[in-house]
């Protein structure tokens, strides 16, 4: 059963600082992994999708990394802003038929101004 | 091209009501997938649909829970006799089926159930 890991559960830093959240999973037979955004009593917002071949993505100020044979996934955040401020959830899609995401719990980031 | 749609998007019930919501996914997606979220928590699959075809429901998904996908274009979420354990926020998604199979979530429903 695969299994999503993100620690810490959260996050502050002032503005300006770059940094870094972590994902790990236990089955490295994924197909992808895609980060997403939420706000508070929002939706999900997709950041980025990696799929398994690949090694990073990128999008504006967004990095996102993965070691499929680690079980590891970094988002990058550079230069943050108090608008950054929000959840951050990581999610794997098996490689087998089913498409079910599988779910981190999610890192809640706060950016001082 | 408007997004994955959900209404309502919110829901008061008292326990042991019947709610039923409706996601109306991008339009030319065929794949539709229903996930609950929990304060706190990440979201955790349901169920999903091919087209019309329901091919995977998650064991979260009691009796009480039934999901449709008519004619395969929106689909429906039932929860018969709700119980305070079901309240949380119904998210909804749609896929296309090959390439990057990328899934886009809609708003979400918030069921409260007192």
């Known amino acids: 059963k695969q299994e999503v890991t993100q620690i810490p559960a959260a996050l502050s830093v002032p503005e300006g600082e770059n940094l870094v959240l972590n994902c790990s999973f236990t089955?490295?037979?994924?197909?992808?992994l895609q980060w997403f955004r939420q706000d508070p009593g929002k939706g999900l917002t997709s950041l980025l999708l990696?799929?398994?071949?690949?090694r990073e993505q990128t999008s504006g100020r967004l990095n996102a990394s993965l070691d499929k044979s680690s079980g590891r996934s970094t988002l990058y955040i550079a230069a943050s802003q108090p608008g950054d401020s929000a959840t951050y959830l990581c999610?794997?899609?098996?490689?087998?038929?089913?498409?079910?995401?599988?779910f981190g719990k999610g890192i809640t980031l706060s950016v001082r101004p | 091209d408007t997004g994955v749609s959900q209404n309502p998007r919110h829901k008061i019930t008292k326990r042991g009501q019947n709610v039923t919501f409706r996601c109306d996914p991008i339009?030319?997606?065929?794949?539709l997938y229903w996930y609950r979220q929990t304060l706190g928590q990440g979201p955790e699959f349901l169920t999903y649909?091919?087209?019309?075809?329901?091919?995977?429901k998650s064991r979260l998904l009691s009796d009480r829970f039934s999901a449709e996908r008519p004619k395969g274009s929106f689909s429906t979420l039932e929860i018969q006799r709700t119980e305070q354990g079901d309240s949380a926020m119904y998210l909804c998604?749609?896929?296309?089926?090959?390439?990057?199979?990328?899934?886009?979530f809609g708003p979400g429903t918030r069921l409260t159930v007192t």
């Open positions: 998604a749609s896929s296309s089926e090959g390439g990057r199979n990328e899934q886009y």
């Open positions: 089955d490295s037979a994924i197909y992808n």
């Open positions: 990696i799929q398994s071949s690949q």
């Open positions: 999610a794997v899609r098996h490689a087998g038929a089913n498409s079910k995401l599988t």
């Open positions: 339009s030319e997606h065929n794949r």
């Open positions: 649909f091919q087209n019309e075809a329901q091919l995977e």
